[in-house]
């Protein structure tokens, strides 16, 4: 959500700015704007809507300047309007921002009965009036910086640009992520390393209340008025890394990564020669472990919930999947000795980041699963497990929830193997079944054709689409659901499929297309009941399933796709990526915006 950019150099950085931003659209935004300092003087350009609409306004009315901030804005306060969109400013200070100010009504009042206007409806601007205040007090921007930090609550990424300093840009961070990057003979701050990657791959992290005086040599970093050193690392990122390819969309890109991005995970998780699973070295005992309790939010949730079959299946080990903006409320008693395990792709959700700390304040070990290793969930955990899906850039997970259950299952069978649950002979059948896995998925990628087909012909055409599945095929039919609605805002549900007849078999006639996803396992038979009470009611089915389970149901479906025969155990990695494509299709027919689809963001990172 919102992304933060500022550049500090020697040529005209409107340009830059806008490409940078460019970069950071797939966290998800409604209004963009950039100011720089025009012969000392903060101008602005901004624009409500899709970048394209800033573009047109800087084309009408170009800005020059050497240095400059820019933004793209998810509206949290105050609607997306040119008003509202970042950088707000007053004459002296120009502010971009992430995050939530939680105590700006405050603020806001002591700045308004000092007599200061404000001309916009965002928590942004007290921090541009409280960085004035302070300026015409006679601090210096680094007093009043250390000063303002003192007084924000909330959680927040920062980059400010000053009037008549060329010299200077400043940025904080308490929360929200916020990267520094050294360029030749220019800095950068940005929110993220794909933002800066066009321009540089050396970066420094800042970490929780840092903040940062850059100048075109250099920078200097500090906490409260010390200064401290953060490391500089390369990011391994180039612009070309974070394109599209040939692909139309960054989705279908993204897809198409899973095989080589699968594979990645795998080899560092699994020993080539022994065949035998490698985890890093962790700070507890699976033995010694009470109770696993994982959480996660949207489809990470979902690989939980995947995951919560294999832990509990191989491992014999109880598990709770929780989602993470409930659990972090409810303050369920977790029992001593017990894990926590979240799983995020970017890193930075805030609810997952709290039910987290919740979880820690309740003497869990913390575990993640996350993407992006410097990540505040990376950095609060005790221990990491990294998916290797490399920059996902559209806002529907596909890479990085099919690393995950990688992970995940991977993490299942050590968990298994150490409590005795698991023998070798299962290990190494299952870490064959998974190094199989890229080969399978290129073979269900074989199916795109057949899933454009069935996209178009009846999912795009339909208002309402369920999705069934039994045991660890009832996550998959939620993830399917849950794709296909956020891309192409077709009404979908997932549902257990014993569950239908509780209550959505009422929706069932020949409007509501119903896909089932059934390999061959051992609840198959059950759920080729379920779908038999469909076909009874003339609800227009779309089987997934295997050779074997196509030919005992194909016939009665309206479409079936056949997917490779795999241990059940590894189904949903691969059933997953037939339903992303299905949901690609449909909303590609029905024309939305695939990889920025409305209202959505990137990385939540609001509650
Ligand atoms: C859906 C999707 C979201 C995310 C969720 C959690 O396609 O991408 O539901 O899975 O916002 O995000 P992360 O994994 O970054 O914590």
Redesign the pocket.
């Given at each position: 959500m919102c992304g933060i950019i500022g550049i500090i150099g020697k040529a005209p950085v409107a340009p830059l700015l806008l490409e940078a931003l460019k970069r950071l659209e797939y966290r998800g935004y409604d209004s963009a704007g950039i100011a720089t300092l025009v012969n000392g003087r903060i101008e602005r350009r901004r624009a409500e809507g899709k970048l394209v609409n800033l573009d047109h306004r800087l084309a009408e009315e170009p800005l020059g300047g050497t240095i400059g901030i820019g933004h793209t804005r998810w509206a949290t306060h105050g609607k997306p309007s040119e008003r509202n969109a970042h950088p707000i400013a007053t004459s002296r200070v120009a502010v971009v921002h992430n995050g939530i100010i939680e105590n700006f009504q405050v603020l806001k009042d002591e700045l308004v009965a000092e007599g200061r206007r404000f001309d916009s409806d965002t928590d942004t601007e007290v921090v541009a009036q409280l960085l004035t205040s302070y300026l015409e007090a006679k601090m210096s921007p680094e007093e009043a910086m250390a000063k303002a930090m003192g007084r924000l609550r909330g959680a927040f990424a920062l980059a400010v640009l000053l009037s008549g300093r060329e010299d200077i840009l400043m940025g904080a961070r308490r929360g929200s992520s916020l990267a520094v990057g050294y360029g030749d003979g220019a800095m950068y701050i940005g929110t993220d390393a794909l933002a800066l990657a066009p321009f540089t791959k050396r970066v420094s992290y800042l970490r929780d209340n840092d903040w940062v005086v850059l100048r075109l040599d250099g920078c200097k970093i500090y906490q409260g008025h010390t200064e401290v050193t953060r490391e500089i690392r390369d990011s391994g990122l180039s612009g070309e890394m974070t394109g599209k390819g040939n692909h139309q969309h960054y989705m279908l890109k993204e897809i198409h990564e899973q095989p080589a991005v699968i594979g990645d995970t795998l080899q560092s998780y699994i020993d080539p020669a022994t065949r035998a699973v490698r985890l890093p070295e962790l700070p507890f005992d699976w033995n010694a472990v009470s109770r696993v309790t994982m959480t996660?939010?949207?489809?990470?949730f979902y690989a939980c919930l995947v995951a919560k079959y294999w832990f509990e299946a191989l491992a014999r080990l109880p598990v709770e999947a929780e989602v993470a903006s409930e659990f972090r409320y409810r303050e369920p008693p977790l029992p001593a000795g017990g894990v926590c395990i979240a799983?995020?792709?970017?890193?930075?959700?805030v609810d997952?980041l709290a039910a987290m700390r919740y979880a820690k304040s309740q003497n869990q070990t913390l575990l993640s699963v996350v993407n992006v290793p410097e990540s505040a969930i990376a950095r609060e955990s005790d221990a990491v497990l990294p998916t290797l899906a490399g920059p996902e850039i559209g806002?529907?997970?596909t890479k990085?929830f099919t690393t995950q259950l990688t992970v995940l299952l991977v993490a299942a069978l050590a968990a298994g193997r150490a409590r005795g649950t698991v023998t070798a002979a299962q290990e190494e059948g299952l870490t064959r079944a998974l190094i199989e896995m890229p080969e399978q998925v290129n073979d269900v990628l074989g199916r795109e054709e057949e899933c454009r087909r069935i996209a178009v012909d009846i999912l795009a055409k339909a208002r309402d689409v369920l999705y069934l599945g039994r045991g660890s095929s009832f996550p998959v039919a939620l993830e399917g659901a849950?794709?296909l609605k956020?891309i192409s805002y077709i009404h979908a549900e997932g549902y257990a499929a014993g569950e239908m007849k509780h209550g959505p078999i009422a929706l069932i006639d020949e409007h509501v297309p119903v896909v089932v996803v059934a390999p061959s396992d051992s609840v198959f038979e059950k759920t080729a009941s379920n779908f038999e009470q469909v076909k009874a009611r003339g609800g227009k089915l779309v089987l997934l399933t295997d050779a074997a389970g196509a030919a005992r149901l194909g016939s009665h479906a309206a479409a079936t796709i056949v997917l490779p025969t795999v241990d059940p155990v590894v189904a949903p990695i691969l059933y997953t990526v037939a339903v992303q494509m299905l949901a690609y299709y449909a909303a590609l027919a029905k024309g939305t915006d695939v990889d920025q689809p409305r209202n959505l963001a990137?990385?939540?990172t609001v509650e």
């Open positions: 996660a939010c949207g489809t990470a799983v995020s792709q970017s890193g930075e959700t997952t806002v529907a997970s990085a849950l794709k956020e990137k990385s939540v």
